[in-house]
């Protein structure tokens, strides 16, 4: 595996990473301070869109229905058709953590609330209810195989067919899961002490092996792999063709912060 080391902009941390319309869009920001959007057309030359404004730092992106889609901290949502032009469409005061698309956009917040939405424009709020008691905040979702999942802390698993009905699945850990993906088939969720679950339909859960005990912090699918970060700031990442089969990599970066790193398929 070959990675190369893309610098952005300083000192602003990059929380989300979509594609659509011809271009990549990464979003970020500095703390609880102001938020930041980065676009590129071939994920090696970057150009910074800075949104100015307190308590705006982004946590993610996604692209569907022709529109970008931007959530982040107090309930922030900005949607744009173009990834230049952006609209405000902020729906409430809580921090929305992560989003996916589907037949609809799928926002996560803490407190158990979910947000669903087929424009970007106009959101309705789902709220949830733990069997294990408590509120639950969801750190990612994904959307595949017709059902949305929503994964977060104590180990806690949702998921939905056509995002308006929500049923709490078994996932085997108490351990937070920090973000999960579809590809290959399957869904694959990540978190603490090295946990990583598949499910092929988002209900069914299965432990695997990863051969770490570190947490594990974020993972996508492309070009027939499974990417996931590991010991945040280290630059070790694990990846795998099955979701099941794990192999640790150690990309020789100090810290992945204020960086976009650029798989190189030719020598994957």
Same mark, same amino acid.
């Given at each position: 595996?070959?990675?190369?080391?893309?610098?952005? !902009?300083?000192?602003y941390?990059?929380?989300g990473i979509? *594609?659509?319309?011809?271009k990549f869009l990464a979003v970020g920001g500095t703390g609880?301070?102001?938020?930041?959007?980065?676009?590129?057309?071939?994920?090696?030359?970057?150009t910074p869109q800075y949104r100015s404004g307190s308590n705006d730092s982004y946590r993610a992106v996604a692209y569907g229905n022709n529109t970008f889609v931007i959530v982040g901290r107090n309930g922030k949502i900005l949607k744009s058709s173009d990834g230049s032009n952006w609209t405000d469409v902020s729906i409430s005061s809580r921090d929305l953590l992560? !989003?996916? *698309?589907?037949?609809?956009?799928?926002?996560?917040?803490?407190?158990?609330?979910? *947000?669903t939405s087929t424009d970007g424009s106009t959101w309705t709020t789902v709220s949830l209810s733990s069997g294990g008691g408590g509120d639950v905040n969801f750190y990612g979702s994904a959307f595949g195989n017709n059902a949305f999942v929503a994964v977060g802390s104590s180990g806690k698993i949702f998921s939905s067919i056509g995002g308006s009905t929500w049923t709490e699945r078994t996932s085997g850990t108490t351990r937070?899961?920090? #973000? !999960?993906?579809?590809?290959?088939?399957?869904?694959?969720?990540?978190?603490?002490?090295?946990? !990583?679950?598949?499910?092929s339909d988002g209900s069914s859960w299965t432990e695997r092996t990863s051969g770490s005990s570190s947490t594990l912090g974020s993972v996508t699918y492309g070009d027939g792999k499974f990417i996931v970060t590991k010991d945040m700031g280290s630059g070790s990442i694990l990846s795998s063709? #099955?979701?099941?089969?794990w192999t640790s990599h150690d990309v020789s970066l100090s810290s992945v912060d204020d960086l976009i790193y650029v798989f190189d398929t030719s020598t994957a």
């Open positions: 595996n070959t990675w190369i080391e893309r610098h952005s !902009i300083e000192n941390s990059l929380n979509t *594609y659509g319309n011809n609880h301070s102001s938020g930041v959007i980065l676009t590129s057309s071939d994920g090696i030359t970057w992560d !989003i996916t *698309y589907g037949n609809m956009f799928v926002a996560v917040s803490e407190l158990s609330k979910l *947000y937070t899961l920090n #973000d !999960i993906t579809y590809g290959n088939s399957i869904f694959v969720a990540v978190g603490g002490e090295g946990k !990583i679950l598949t499910s063709s #099955d979701g099941i089969n």
